[in-house]
C-alpha cells in the first residue's frame, strides 16, 4: 500500500497551521449552507480535512441574507473537527438549476461593477466576523470572474477588456476588495482555470497569478489542475511562493501522493470523493483506504442532482460507519 504520510504533515500559511494537506473543495450541495442539514454535511466532512471550503455562495446572499449568527454555527461545525474553514464567494446572484441569463463582462455598466467590488468588500468582511479563516472569490471555470480573464468571452474595449494586462484588472480588484473586507491576517485564496483551449494557456494564466499574490492572494486554487498526470496544471503556479491547491480526480490515494511527492502542489482537494465518503481522510490516514467508499464518476446524484435542483447526494455513500 502506498506511503500516504506525505497527506499528513501539517502546513503553516501566515498565521494558521492546515493540519494536514486534504482541502474539502467547493461544492454546492443544495441544503442551504446555514441550515442544519447543511451545517451536518460540512460537520462531516470537515472531519478529517485540513481545510473546509464552503461551496460558492452569492455575496449578495452573505451580505443580505445570512446572519452573522447563522454563519458562526457553520464555522463552528467546521473547526469542531480541526479543519480551518474557508467560504467560496460568487460574484453575482444564482440559484441551480441555473435557468435565468447570466451577467457577462461586456453586460457590466460602471455601476455594477462598483456594486460588485463592494459586495465583496461587505461580504468578506462579514465572513471574517463569523470565523472563517478564509474567502475564495471564484474565478474559475467559464464563470463571470473567469469570463473577464478570458479573451474569449472578455468583448470590453474600456479598462477591464483587450490586452492581457486589462483582463487581468478585474480579478485584481475583487481581490483587492475582499481583502480590504476580510482585513490582513485571514486567508485570502483564489480559484483559477488555468488553461481554456483557444483563449489562454498556462504562461498567461501565470502572469495573471502573480499579480493576484501581488495584490493579496496567500493561496491558489488551480482547477482542474491535472491533464497528463496528477497536478501536472497546478505545478508551475508553486514558483510563486503562495501554497497551491490542486483539484481533479484526486480522490485515488496513488494520484494525491504522486502530486505532493513530484511537488506538484501543496494542497489536494477531493471533491466528489468526499461526497462518496466523508471518512476518506480517516481511513486513509488509518492505513485502511481498501475501505473508501469509492466515488465512480457516474456524476448521478452529485452533478445529476444539480442539475435538478435537488440536494446533491451519491448512489455509493449509504452513511454512517466509522474508521
Ligand atoms: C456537486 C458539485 C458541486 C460543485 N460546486 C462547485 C462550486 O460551488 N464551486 C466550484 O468552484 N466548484 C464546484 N464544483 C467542482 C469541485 O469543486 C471540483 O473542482 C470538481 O468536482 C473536481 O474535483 P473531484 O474530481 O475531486 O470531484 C462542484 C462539483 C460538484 C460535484
Known amino acids: ?6 497527506l499528513f504533515q501539517p502546513l503553516k500559511i501566515k498565521g494558521f497551521t492546515v493540519r494536514n494537506r486534504i482541502v474539502l473543495p467547493p461544492m454546492v450541495e443544495l441544503r442551504g449552507i446555514t441550515s442544519d442539514a447543511g ?6 466532512r470537515s472531519a478529517g480535512v ?14 443580505d441574507e445570512f446572519s452573522v449568527e447563522g454563519l458562526r454555527r457553520l464555522t463552528d461545525a467546521i473547526h469542531a473537527g480541526g479543519a480551518l474553514a474557508a467560504i467560496q464567494l460568487f460574484p453575482i446572484p444564482f440559484s441551480w438549476p441555473m435557468k435565468d441569463p447570466v451577467p457577462t463582462p461586456a453586460d457590466m455598466d460602471n455601476a455594477s461593477v462598483e456594486l460588485m467590488l463592494e459586495r465583496y468588500r461587505l461580504a468578506a468582511a462579514k465572513c471574517a466576523q463569523a470565523g472563517f479563516d478564509g474567502v475564495e472569490p471564484h474565478g474559475a471555470h467559464g464563470y463571470l470572474l473567469n469570463q473577464f480573464f478570458s479573451p474569449k468571452q472578455n468583448t470590453r474595449t474600456d479598462w477591464y477588456g483587450g490586452s492581457l494586462e486589462k483582463r487581468m484588472r478585474m480579478g485584481m480588484e475583487v481581490v483587492r476588495a475582499a481583502r480590504r473586507g476580510l482585513g490582513r491576517d485571514k486567508l485570502l485564496l483564489y480559484r483559477h482555470t488555468p488553461v481554456e483551449d483557444g483563449a489562454y494557456g498556462i504562461e ?23 491533464a497528463e498526470a496528477p497536478g501536472d496544471r497546478s505545478e508551475p503556479f508553486r514558483k510563486l511562493g503562495v501554497p497551491v491547491i490542486a483539484v481533479n480526480h ?17 494542497l489536494i482537494a477531493v471533491g466528489r470523493g468526499m461526497i462518496a465518503d466523508p471518512q476518506w481522510p480517516q481511513k ?3 492505513g ?5 467508499v469509492k466515488c465512480v464518476l457516474c456524476n448521478k446524484k452529485c452533478f445529476g442532482h444539480l442539475k435538478k435542483g435537488l440536494a446533491v447526494e451519491c448512489t455509493q455513500w449509504q452513511g454512517g460507519g466509522s474508521v
Not at 502572469?207 to 491535472?226: H, T, Y
Not at 480522490?251 to 502542489?265: C, F, N, P, Q, S
Not at 485502511?288 to 473508501?292: F, G, P, T, Y
Request: glycine residues 4%; negative net charge; charged residues 30%.
Open 250 to 266: 484526486m480522490d485515488l490515494v496513488e494520484r494525491t501522493v504522486e502530486a505532493m511527492e513530484k511537488g506538484r502542489a501543496d
Open 204 to 226: 498567461d494564466s501565470l502572469l495573471f497569478a502573480a499579480k493576484l499574490v501581488e495584490a493579496g492572494v496567500d493561496v491558489l486554487d488551480i482547477s482542474p489542475a491535472s
Open 1 to 6: 500500500m502506498v506511503d500516504a504520510s506525505p
Open 284 to 286: 486513509v490516514q488509518a
Open 288 to 292: 485502511k483506504s481498501d475501505e473508501i
Open 39 to 44: 451545517i451536518e454535511w460540512y460537520r462531516e
Open 50 to 63: 485540513g481545510l473546509t471550503i464552503v461551496e460558492a455562495t452569492p455575496t449578495v446572499r452573505v451580505v
